[in-house]
């Protein structure tokens, strides 16, 4: 009964974020809906015992990814969203075709996915035992994916300085 | 103990905890004054009450009858939610800092501490994370040049040091074994050699990590030498320009309840707690606890007015250069070499 | 108790808004949001089949997930940026030519 209420609230609140996205216009609204959907997933996963996975979610995505979205609008001042024929298309083919899709979805999920049942804390994850799969059973995985997050800051840093200060440093 | 019971013993405990820290936060800003100003050769406050105690109320009061003016430029939504971000994320890392030992009162039982999470250092540096929100937020939505150059430079320096904030902790983690603040605390006690506590600081060998922990801490609560982004001569007054009375208030509030979270995380990781000699009485033992923990969090708070007190601040590239090429090396090589210590035994 | 079918469906709502969003958005940073949204849903998903089959492979790929969404958000930050520099507006209905 508790688990059901808790899931929930953080369930809608999720959803109403996700839905926020869409219909807001100004991106600034929408960054900050996905923030509130990020820390509503974070309690979810504290609901399904992943406390390890919650609070990295909190740090990296919520405080650090979403961080640097709010960044790059405020430095882009970017303001609202101008409405074009594009738009309009997409709007008229776009959401009645994901709703269908949506539809079939969760009936499909709810009528015949014999999932099973989950308590509160299902799975309780441990750092100690994260930690034991990563550097364990996972660590070619995870030394790879520290090579491409070396690889994304260089590429970040070599496209987001742009071409003209390379000539002014040379100049000087 | 029933379910009443503990919830109605967790709602004194809020309550009490929420009292204090904004008394302290409070009476924070009249030692700040009082000791930058002896520091400066004058004398601080001293009309209101005795030594200028009750300066801080005339403050309060003050800034409750302040106009409350919006400018008309503003973006209302966020212009209005920002300082409150930033007070809110503030407050809430003190729900999982201990404060003492297990009390006893009559035959209910309960650890000095709104709740013991097992990841709680991790959510103390989450909270951190989302305090940049506050600061963004609030220099963008005032639509001004000088908030948003201020709100800008304060995230990324934010965002810059967590890393190395985050990174110098990661010693005392592996030297401890387990993110519960109560845990660190307990992996403390006793002594070696006799007569040294076995505070992370002497016996973990954890004293670089203190003090990139203390540099790091600095830039993140935006005090000097790293307060850049709020400098009066600078940029007017940075990210909360534009804002006035009771939004300004809640702005000092944050940046003052960030210090004493800091005081209070470095007092459990690097100096043992509410370790300390006990003695006397049935009650005197369950208070003592708390005094030496609050003597270690009021030693913070002096080192940070008396570094205000003392340093210039950094200008913009040097400290974004020491954040990234010196403190963030220097973490790393700490967790290397006690990562190797610990392997090694 | 509640089935794990429950998480699935919040799951599947996640990423058909995330998929709207990629669809009917015309502002890059927003279409980018989006993507950010869809890989949220699949992180649930994760993480529910994890505690259904007892494994924790399923959190730790969450991290995975989370390290590649970190990259790839600040790769395509920085085409944006890139992008703004050189056409002046963030609207995708605008970046249909490769002449500027």
Redesign the interface.
């Known amino acids: 009964m508790l688990h059901l209420v808790l899931f929930s609230v953080f369930g809608a609140i999720c959803v109403a974020g996700a839905v926020n996205l869409l219909v807001q216009r100004h991106p600034i609204n929408s960054a900050l809906s996905l923030v509130v959907v990020m820390a509503s997933l974070a309690a979810e996963y504290l609901l399904l015992g992943a406390e390890f996975v919650a609070a990295v979610q909190v740090i990296v995505y919520a405080g650090a990814i979403m961080v640097l979205f709010v960044f790059v609008i405020m430095l882009l001042n970017a303001g609202e969203e101008e409405r074009t024929t594009g738009s309009h298309v997409a709007w008229l083919l776009g959401i009645p075709g994901m709703l269908t899709g949506g539809i079939i979805i969760c009936w499909a999920l709810l009528r015949h996915a014999n999932a099973g049942e989950a308590s509160i804390g299902a799975l309780p994850g441990h750092p100690n035992d994260i930690a034991q799969l990563l550097f364990h059973e996972f660590l070619l995985p995870f030394e790879v994916t520290s090579i491409l997050v070396l690889i994304a800051i260089m590429g970040a840093v070599v496209l987001a300085a742009g071409p003209d200060s390379e000539s002014k440093r040379r100049v000087e | 103990m029933s379910i009443l019971t503990f919830i109605i013993v967790s709602v004194i405990k809020i309550v009490l905890v929420i009292f204090v820290l904004l008394t302290a936060v409070a009476y924070t800003v009249w030692l700040e004054r009082k000791v930058v100003g002896r520091m400066q050769n004058r004398w601080g406050p001293t009309r209101v009450g005795p030594f200028g105690l009750l300066q801080p109320a005339a403050d309060g009061v003050k800034f409750l009858f302040k106009e409350d003016l919006t400018p008309p430029h503003v973006y209302k939504p966020l212009y209005i939610a920002a300082p409150m971000l930033a007070v809110i994320f503030a407050i809430t890392s003190i729900a999982v800092i201990p404060f003492g030992n297990w009390v006893t009162v009559g035959n209910i039982s309960t650890p000095l501490q709104i709740t013991d999470v097992n990841i709680g250092l991790l959510i103390v540096l989450g909270i951190t994370s989302l305090g940049v929100y506050g600061v963004a937020l609030s220099g963008w939505s005032s639509n001004s040049k000088y908030s948003l150059l201020g709100g800008l430079r304060a995230s990324a320096q934010m965002v810059s040091y967590e890393i190395a904030l985050g990174l110098s902790l990661v010693g005392v983690l592996i030297l401890a074994g387990t993110f519960s603040l109560r845990g660190i605390v307990d992996a403390q006690a006793g002594h070696f050699w006799g007569f040294i506590p076995n505070w992370f600081i002497f016996r973990g060998g954890q004293i670089v990590a203190f003090f990139i922990y203390l540099t790091a801490a600095y830039a993140e609560t935006n005090r000097i030498p790293f307060d850049l982004p709020e400098a009066e001569t600078e940029l007017v007054a940075g990210y909360h320009t534009e804002y006035s009375a009771m939004k300004f208030a809640m702005f000092f509030m944050a940046e003052y309840s960030n210090m004493i979270t800091v005081a209070c995380i470095a007092s459990l990781l690097f100096l043992g707690g509410w370790r300390g000699p006990v003695f006397g009485p049935f009650w005197l033992q369950e208070i003592l606890p708390l005094f030496w923990f609050m003597l270690r969090v009021f030693v913070f708070l002096f080192i940070y007015i008396w570094v205000r007190g003392t340093l210039p601040r950094f200008r913009y590239d040097q400290l974004m250069a020491f954040g990234w090429k010196f403190l963030l090396p220097v973490s790393i090589a700490n967790l290397v070499i006690t990562a190797l210590v610990v392997a090694l035994k | ?10 799951s ?3 990423f ?6 990629f ?5 890059i ?2 279409i ?3 993507i ?2 869809m890989l ?1 849903g699949v ?2 998903s994760f ?2 089949f ?3 089959w ?1 494994q ?2 399923g ?2 790929f ?3 997930v ?10 395509g ?6 992008v ?2 050189t056409r002046e507006t ?2 995708i ?1 605008r970046v249909n030519l490769l002449k500027l």
């Open positions: 108790m509640i089935p794990l079918s429950y998480y699935l469906v919040l599947g709502i996640l058909a808004c995330g998929v709207m969003g669809l009917i958005k015309r502002n940073i927003t980018f949001m989006s950010e949204l949220n992180n649930l993480v529910a994890a505690a259904k007892g924790l492979s959190q730790v969450v991290f995975f989370m390290v590649v969404a970190a990259a790839e958000a600040a790769v930050l920085a085409i944006i940026i890139a703004f520099r963030l609207n209905d």
